[in-house]
């Protein structure tokens, strides 16, 4: 390698050093290591600092995010919006470079620090590149040419969630997938052969991958550009290419696990930059010589852009309908209009599955809204996330579908399908991704949904079999803390429609949302349409479904026991009772609704019994009393299981009427009277 | 095949056929598919039908658990306590034959289902039995020589948490697991050629497995005989055998999707009875002869733990202190007065984290409590969950610890661990598995989480790292949602201790519970010792720990913030405001406690405050106004951030004062008084 090559790799090891140095907290040992794989792959990617957003660029997702001193020092050194007081501040509070790489920060493509996710978020991004490029790409016409690399290590290939998405993205074919994987055999718990001596290259083949090794990535760095000219040859596989590096190379811990998350001791700092021929008394040291550099790299990117501008342009004019759709889609805006295309329904309709309810709303919106795409785990049955007419997403040699298509086959790998519709959405272009499975399974990806929230990625869980009401599969696929936990995560709409109108309501939000993802939990069993119902209303996350003049209690339900609760009410009726039903379809949007509204629709001065066959755990947000499942549900034909349970009109009635006496002649304010303001998302 | 493997064959495949179609629910394609080889390995199996608990038995592991009409086919056939009566109320509410197989079903190992976990079950139970074997086998003294078996799908091959378990077997070399791959080529959206093209058994071998495959499992059976034989032979490495089976072979539908989740049409119930020479009149048909068959295997079994029962009286004599300890763990109790090496403070002793308290426990208890077993999923300097004279549970000729170690290095493997936490529990011998992670990577595995709670495994989560006391590594590794969603689990303990006696006590009820599983939350940051803890407080799951002469208001907290409110209570004294401080280790554990006691601590009239660094969802259980965190963590010093999100002393003050405020003058019961009780666990 050249002196400036050496000098300039050293500069990102020094600036990994001094970062979390001056932190007194962090990683330097992965940065490095892999410096020398960065300084070669970076210099070789399309980008443009000045526009981290354009969308041609190739991708880079640091899949073993605790090595970001890394990439903060990348971005820093190749011109993007971060300068070297920034890496001063590395993870203090408020900075721009937090602890692990947050999407947010320019030339930040993912959230990424949880093992794993990295992984299939770029399967994820790589899953678009071929899907819009596909749509939209034509003769000359090569709007859509990236690629997707992405660094993981030890920590991530052990995670689950990397397996699933790893083996997807094999049997999709993604060539376009280029993957580093930094194989220093350390880990945390210090040697990989204390829990990791599986062969990690055939794993990768057995999936459908090209692998590739470079035996001393410390210092081959024609070996490392050989490799990815030899990967991007391959164009019907992803391919994995196996760094053999040494952890904190150059620091006298070289090799060994306490370099993995500790700063350099400050001897050791001063030995490794004499040792790398920088001034030990200097910190966040750059050569002039290593920007000059790098900013070759960018300058090249930002006139790749503005050619790639040119051409889009040129692409407007002799594909103007394609042309129009995808600078609209370059907006972030849906079709204007696209949300008439919602079902509405009456009373007189029939009785249906919500889940049923959501194929009809999929059904009728799938061709107005181009850039929905997704699929379910293994459950398009059940989840009936297929509309009649969709083409698969699968490589064209299957013969089974092509890359223009919008319906993804995930497989039986939630955790997997949660990553990777993370990474569909965070390519841009608008896509909207959504992915089916049970509700009681979309817990198996609990660490991508809870980053879809964090990385404000509107992502769609459409989560079917939403309670005891799936009937005899029973306990093991009933939820009980389900909807406790998702509402508890910020930035999450929560959805479980009522009826018809509701579930168009879900959609509308979902869709509508920009920054926030949702789970739309939706019934086996059939429901009926609600008097009273409406998008508008049920937009609003609450409203009341069904009012009396002074009621005496107040019914708060969401999705299969609305109806109930309105039976209910009948019964109470009948004894005298007085009682309004209000839905709640959605935690998240009623708690932004005016004040107002909020206190129109639960009222000081009368009690409230929140009614859902699941949890009670956060339902005294709106609810004096709460009747719900604080146990697991059984086995059983779903009417017989709400009948023992006791979720039956007379049961409501029963605990209604309860509420109603316990409260009579106190005082007592609506649950939303608080005393102070709570610490909440936005 | 004989006529009488044939004959058994069906009858196996038609009560499946007859228990779905009378269920009008359920899968009879696997049961049809899988008939021929669990015919094979039952009958080479050694269990006692009428000791279903014998420790020396062989295991079996039904991981694609939707299968369980085979299972509870051959249970009711080899003469477990499930009559034909029960197979009748196959799905049917409060029978002995759930949807999917529940633990506690005479023979059922392990309540499976949800795809995957079956796997990491099994690998769970086949590392207790290699650890067991280890530990009490002498020369003559085979005490523990059985096999793991286990039959997956592609379902269960599909799923990260399956992955996770199979790649740590392959380290560990289980040569006692010996699994079945269902290769039908059919999941539920149909051809596996949609989603699934990876090369399983080279995937296997890539973990270390030793693969065997047979061609034509539904006609084979020398064959599948033949491989089960192999697998035995070899010891260094755990099985698969792959069989190509035929889904619902011998109805119109085999080979296709639709025999997978739904009953055979009633004509070809009729078909493929008469196809199988059986009467299409009859159902739930058991010919004489295949009982008799069964009868043979059981009779030998019985015999062989007979033949168990009156070596283990040998050597209870030859090996008497080993002996004793086997029998005493038999009875599923822990060695009298265990307890008393829980180590106690005064507030004299020194501020610690809890993580480090733990490992104090777990260094005090670690030679008392013999069958204490666990590790971490690769955080165990982080976790501080392995004691200094701990030997690794590693295959011996790694020459880095051997089987009869207990400390177990997961990998970063989280829902892998869980999955086998609870197959090392529900192997017997009161194994105690213990498992490590940061708590915000417990969700990980919440699939496994649950499970535990659902089937009773008393397995423990050490969930270090456990708020935004973590600091710098930051919201991606802040819990926020996390203790609401476990605390919403039913049957599962979810202890916040505040100092080292409450630490105590969480390891005290978690090792002393027989049913309940634990998550134990500690912090990464010191904390002082408390004035007014201990451990038969604490014990109690809430108590008051500042107690003063008829107060206006309650502070009520967890973990880290119990000494911020007790410096929060001499804040308000200052203002003239009497304040308790009340320290909730556990909800589980105080929502067990007699009402008089609960209401001593929360009593009528007094507002109270919650206090906890995170999701408020959960504690108005507790308290009348909630101050947490829900919106999402940040990276920084721990310190600024606890500032920055305002709880500090004045912090927590300013909220007590105002809910002080807003109360006053107002009628005011306990947030324990709920108008009807609610339906809970137990
Ligand atoms: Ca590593
Ligand atoms: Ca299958």
């Not at 979390?20 to 940065?31: D, I, L, R, T, Y």
């Not at 003769?139 to 992405?150: E, M």
């Not at 209009?337 to 919106?365: C, F, H, N």
Request: charged share 20%.
């Amino acid at each position: 390698m050249s002196d400036l090559d050496q000098l300039a790799i050293n500069t990102i090891r020094l600036l990994a050093v001094d970062a979390v140095a001056k932190a007194n907290s962090g990683h330097p040992g992965a940065p490095m290591g892999l410096a020398p794989a960065a300084h070669v792959l970076f210099q070789q990617m399309r980008f443009n600092p000045k526009d981290p957003a354009w969308l041609n660029r190739d991708r880079f997702v640091l899949s073993n995010g605790h090595a970001c001193a890394l990439l903060y020092s990348l971005l820093h050194l190749f011109g993007y919006d971060l300068g070297i007081e920034d890496l001063k501040q590395f993870r203090q509070l408020h900075s721009k470079t937090p602890g692990h790489p947050e999407r947010g920060i320019p030339g930040v493509e993912v959230t990424t620090g949880p093992l794993g996710q990295g992984v299939g978020n770029a399967v994820g991004i790589a899953i678009a590149q071929k899907h819009v490029a596909a749509k939209f790409n034509k003769p000359q016409f090569s709007l859509i040419d990236g690629y997707t690399y992405c660094f993981f290590g030890d920590g991530c290939m052990m995670e689950g969630v990397a397996s699933e998405a790893a083996s997807l993205a094999g049997h999709l074919q993604l060539g376009n997938l280029i993957c580093f994987y930094d194989d220093n055999h350390i880990s945390i718990d210090g040697d990989t052969k204390f829990a990791f001596t599986e062969d990690v290259g055939k794993r990768l083949e057995a999936y459908g991958w090209h692998v590739i090794t470079v035996k001393d990535a410390n210092t081959d760095l024609a070996g490392i550009a050989a490799a990815i000219e030899e990967a991007k040859k391959v164009t019907d596989k992803p391919s994995c290419i196996r760094l053999v590096t040494t952890i904190g190379f150059g620091s006298l811990q070289a090799g060994t696990g306490s370099v993995h998350g500790s700063p350099l001791k400050p001897d050791d700092i001063i030995q490794v930059k004499k040792k790398f021929g920088f001034d030990p008394e200097k910190t966040f040291y750059v050569p002039k010589e290593v920007y000059e550099l790098y900013a070759k790299t960018s300058k090249a990117g930002a006139a790749a852009e503005q050619e790639w501008q040119q051409l889009f342009a040129k692409y407007q004019q002799q594909y103007p309908e394609l042309g129009e759709e995808l600078a609209r889609r370059l907006t972030d805006k849906l079709p204007q209009g696209w949300e008439k295309a919602l079902p509405r329904y009456t009373p007189q309709d029939k009785a249906l599955a919500t889940r049923k309810l959501s194929e009809m709303v999929l059904t009728s919106i799938s061709d107005i809204v181009p850039e929905l795409i997704g699929g379910s785990a293994d459950l398009t049955p059940s989840n009936l996330t297929r509309v009649s007419n969709a083409v698969d997403f699968q490589p064209p040699s299957l013969k089974i579908g092509d890359y223009s298509g919008r319906y993804i086959r995930f497989g039986v790998r939630e955790h997997g399908m949660g990553a990777i519709m993370n990474g569909i959405a965070a390519f841009g272009s608008n896509l909207r991704p959504f992915g089916g499975t049970f509700l009681n399974f979309v817990s198996y990806a609990a660490g991508a949904l809870r980053l879809a929230a964090l990385s404000h990625h509107p992502v769609i869980w459409v989560a079917t079999h939403d309670s005891i009401g799936l009937g005899e599969d029973g306990p093991t696929h009933q939820p009980i803390e389900t909807l406790a936990h998702f509402r508890a995560i910020p930035n999450l709409m929560v959805w479980r429609p009522a009826d018809g109108n509701e579930v168009s309501a879900a959609y509308y939000k979902s869709l509508s949302s920009e920054k926030t993802p949702s789970v739309i939990a939706l019934s086996r069993q059939n429901l009926p349409q609600l008097e009273g119902s409406s998008i508008e209303k049920a937009a609003k996350g609450g409203y009341t479904l069904v009012s009396t003049d002074k009621p005496d209690v107040i019914l708060v339900a969401s999705g299969s026991e609305v109806s109930i609760s309105v039976e209910a009410a009948k019964v109470l009726a009948n004894k005298g009772i007085k009682a309004n039903v209000v839905s709640i379809p959605d935690f998240f949007t009623f708690d932004r609704q005016p004040r107002d509204y909020q206190l129109s629709v639960l009222p000081n001065g009368v009690p409230s019994l929140s009614v859902e066959v699941m949890s009670t755990a956060g339902w005294s947000k709106y609810s004096h009393e709460q009747f719900g499942i604080n146990t697991f549900g059984a086995s059983g034909k779903a009417a017989d299981i709400y009948k023992s349970f006791e979720f039956t009109p007379e049961g409501i009635a029963d605990r209604a009427e309860k509420t109603y006496n316990f409260y009579k002649g106190h005082e007592l304010l609506s649950p939303l009277n608080k005393a102070f303001e709570s610490i909440h998302y936005f």
